[in-house]
Each structure stands twice: as structure tokens, then as C-alpha cells.
């Protein structure tokens, strides 16, 4: 008999989804558009940058034929800010996911192709999230962890660790450990702030956990957790309303007694 499975997503899953985020590449070689579900990919013509599919990328990368580009926010130096910012800043919240692109953003030649809007039709305005917003590319704001960033900067780091170390924009990283590093503080520090968030779930109904700027794989990994809080919590509240309502029947029934002179 099959086990039941646990609610949400597990961790290769969230993987997964967020290859579908975009990502910066640099072909080595020329190739013509691919036919994928999501439509044809753009030709990749030496020395053009092109946003790809990550799983893509990777593929592409294996193969020599391109290399990628880090998104601003993998840097150190935006890392050691977004640490700075969640340690020292507002150590109560997490830090501000991207802000959404403009709409003169997605209008421009080129990007509205690349986000997967026909550019021959009027897009309405459509501001695209998760994984479809490009937060993982060269052209993303530093200082703004995305919706996949944990997934992203370990695929990128396992499989792509050449391509981080070389930087972009004349930013030079020393190592990838430095990187990786700076990667296991952050995960840990909004791992202790997850945690230390529930307690504004303590009493009955007495509070709510603000989850923005939360990322998937924190999301997957913590679940369970605050599950937990949250029935445990529940579990409590129901039986201080029990204990109290024992309580008022009892008064009321002593009450009830006094007045009829027993």
C-alpha cells in the first residue's frame, strides 16, 4: 500500500518549475529557434545575448555552444547587502521581492519575445509572474532575491560554476565558495526568520505570518513546519474555548441554582 504524500510540493519538484525561469546566455555557437510548447526560442547569433529557459541553458552549457550569464542579484556584493538588509535592517520581514517591470518594459523590441508576448499584438499591459517574469537574468535589479533564487543559484553553481566566478559588467568574483557561501548564510538566516515568524500565530486567531518575498523552496521546506504551528496552535485554541465554556455553563448552572433557593 502506497504511503500518502505529503501536502505541497517536494523539493526535486520545486526544482523543476524553476527551470522554466529565464536566464542570460551567450551563445558560442549560432543555432536557429527551437519549437518548444511555449513557442519558438529566439536564434542564437554570436556575440548577442539571449534569454533562455534555464533547463536550456544548462543544456546549451553542457555542450559548450553557450555560456550563461549570472543574474545581478548572485553577485557577492548584492548578496552581502540583501544579508545586511535581513539581518540588520528589518530583521523582522524578509526583504522585497523584484519589483514588476514597467509597462514601457515589456513593450520594448526584443523583450516582449522574450517573455513570451507577441510582439505584433497589443499585450495589454500584462505584467507576468513566477516564473515568467525575468527575474533571473542579466537585465534583473540586484538586491532583489526572486521568487526561484535558491533553486537558480544552485543549479547555476553546480552546473554553471565557471560562468558565476567570471562576473559580469567588470564585477570579478574571487571563487565560488564565496558565492556558495554567502548562499548558505542567506538560506539560513531566513530559515531561523521562518521560524521565528510563527510566533505571531501564538493564542487563538491572534495573528497572521506575512509570506511576502518568501521563495518557492522556502515555501516547499517550511511547510510542514508551520503546518505544524498552525494545528498546534488550533489544537490549543480549541481547548482553551472548551475549558472555557465549561467554565460559564458551570456558573450559569450554580446560577440558576442560587435563584431557585437550592
Not at 540583501?82 to 520581514?93: F, G, L, N, Q, W
Amino acid at each position: 500500500m502506497a504511503l500518502p504524500l505529503p501536502p505541497g510540493l517536494t523539493h526535486p519538484e520545486v526544482a523543476f518549475l524553476a527551470e522554466m525561469e529565464l536566464v542570460t546566455v551567450v551563445p558560442r555557437q549560432r543555432l536557429e529557434p527551437i519549437d518548444l510548447l511555449g513557442g519558438k526560442t529566439p536564434p542564437l547569433r554570436p556575440p548577442h545575448r539571449t534569454d533562455l529557459p534555464l533547463w536550456l541553458a544548462l543544456l546549451l552549457k553542457k555542450q559548450r555552444r553557450a555560456n550563461i550569464l549570472p543574474p545581478p542579484w548572485l553577485h557577492p556584493a548584492s548578496l552581502a547587502d540583501i544579508i545586511h538588509r535581513e539581518t540588520k535592517v528589518t530583521p523582522e520581514a524578509f526583504s522585497e521581492p523584484p519589483p514588476a517591470p514597467a509597462r514601457a518594459d515589456v513593450s520594448q523590441p526584443g523583450r516582449a519575445r522574450r517573455q513570451g508576448v507577441d510582439q505584433e499584438g497589443d499585450d495589454g499591459g500584462i505584467i507576468m509572474s513566477a516564473p515568467f517574469r525575468p527575474a533571473c537574468t542579466a537585465d534583473a535589479p540586484a538586491g532583489y532575491l526572486p521568487y526561484h533564487w535558491q533553486e537558480v543559484a544552485e543549479a547555476l553553481l553546480a552546473h554553471a560554476g565557471d560562468d558565476v566566478t567570471a562576473g559580469t559588467a567588470g564585477a570579478t568574483v574571487s571563487s565560488a565558495g564565496e558565492v556558495r557561501g554567502l548562499i548558505r548564510d542567506l538560506v539560513e538566516v531566513r530559515a531561523a526568520k521562518m521560524r521565528s515568524s510563527t510566533a505571531q500565530l501564538e493564542g487563538f486567531g491572534a495573528g497572521l505570518m506575512s509570506l511576502r518575498g518568501v521563495g518557492a523552496m522556502e515555501l516547499a521546506e517550511s511547510r510542514g513546519f508551520v503546518l505544524g504551528v498552525v494545528d498546534g496552535v488550533r489544537r490549543i485554541g480549541a481547548s482553551v474555548e472548551g475549558a472555557r465554556r465549561e467554565a460559564e455553563e458551570e456558573r450559569e448552572g450554580e446560577e440558576s441554582d442560587e435563584d431557585m433557593g437550592i
